[in-house]
């Protein structure tokens, strides 16, 4: 049997690999499992299906070094190139069934207004500086109907509300709770449509190449293929355990798997009823990012509506002329399957009717069974509860992941990072008790 070690990771994602890097920092000995063929998680670029001259980024991509401290800090430590995107030069609206340049009819000009000032003044009641689950917002875990019902808003205005957090959630925005998404204007500085403007920077090459250094200067080690399906417990230990039959022994444990999938590891001791309730059903976040080339679209143009896709925003420019574009739908708008160039293509054009899709690709995040959706969506009333719960270390096992990040950032890589840095505090306490 091997010597233990003082920590087991499970998952290779952003939150794992940050916490194995911080405890190897500290002089830990750690080992991540991952299910997977390779590192990364919910950030994957690799060449697009059909046109292996261009990469296209499946899962998370976007970041900014200005809003985000603890991804600012690894990519000035590893020196990781960014790249920046080109600032849209024109938009197109679907709100209230027209296509519009406009966001809103001019009449409904008071109604956008009031709803900027209610998302701001809500925002503006979250510290971005501190835990969520430790301020007096219990209040905000509510849907976006119920948030907005004083408002008395146009039909255009509410749309315009309900494509943003469909963009956002990739869920039917009537089920899902305002926390996050108020949490996240927080982040951007109180500014409720901050996020349009925010997010330019890419990685080159993609998220990975920031992993891929984490991982290789800490000299981490990596089982690729190792799939968790039980933890057990005991006084001094933790033993980890395989679909296949392999064992790892560690004095501590970080489990950094999507909350959607958390379910299916068999843990013993059993985890405390509060988590047990709070995994027992799937979040609402089911997105889908399909990349597309497409010709005959405006350039540098950004869409935004309730069409079958919430949004698409501008990628760059071919050298052909055509145009790399990002969609952002998800199952609680309409059921599309993103890697279908005619399905794609009639999603296009719902916003840019001459449009011409080339080549779609994307990944089924909700159909893979690692992760079950995309990133934590709450159903309202939930958000909170989950949060408290989450960060509750079992004994020697603590969890970390973007999905129960109790910031402002969860949900984005950098709640991951975040929840990573979390994750290996709570370990080191663990370890320091001997
Ligand atoms: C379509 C999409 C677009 C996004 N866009 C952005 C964006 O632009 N900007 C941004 O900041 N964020 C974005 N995000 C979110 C961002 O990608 C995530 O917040 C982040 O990557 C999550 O990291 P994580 O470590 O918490 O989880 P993951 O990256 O999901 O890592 C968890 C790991 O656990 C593994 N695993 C699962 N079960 C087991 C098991 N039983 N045993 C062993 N391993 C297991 C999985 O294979 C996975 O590698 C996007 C996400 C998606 C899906």
Known sequence: MEKPYDAVVVGAGFAGITAAR???????????????SRIGGRTYARPFAGREDLRAELGGSWVNR???PGVRREIARYGIALTEDPEPGGAVFLTDGTLRSFPVPARELPDLERLI???RD?????APSQRLSSQPIRDLDVSADEFIAPLELGPATRDLLYATIGWYSGADPREVSMLGFIAQT??????PYGFFGALTERFVGGAGTLLDRMVEQSRLEVRLGHHVARIERSEDAVTVRTRDGQSVEARSCVVAVPTNVLRHIDFNPALSADKQKLLAVNHQGRAYKPSIVARNVPPRSFALGTGSLQSICHGYELADGSVLLMG????GAARLDPTDRDQVEAAVREYYPEAEVLAVDAHDWNADP???GTYRIDRPGQAYDFLRAMNEPEDRVV???????????RIWIEGAVNSGHQAADGVSVVLGRG
């Open 399 to 409: 969890f970390a992941g973007t999905d129960l990040d109790d910031s402002v950032w």
């Open 186 to 191: 927080a982040g951007f500085g109180h500014s």
């Open 328 to 331: 952002f739908g998800g199952e």
């Open 117 to 119: 000032c209610h998302l």
């Open 370 to 372: 690692l992760f079950d």
């Open 22 to 36: 911080d405890l190897a920092d500290r002089g830990y000995s750690v080992v991540i499992l991952e299910a997977a």
């Open 122 to 126: 809500a925002s503006k009641r979250i």
């Open 66 to 68: 200005d809003l985000q």
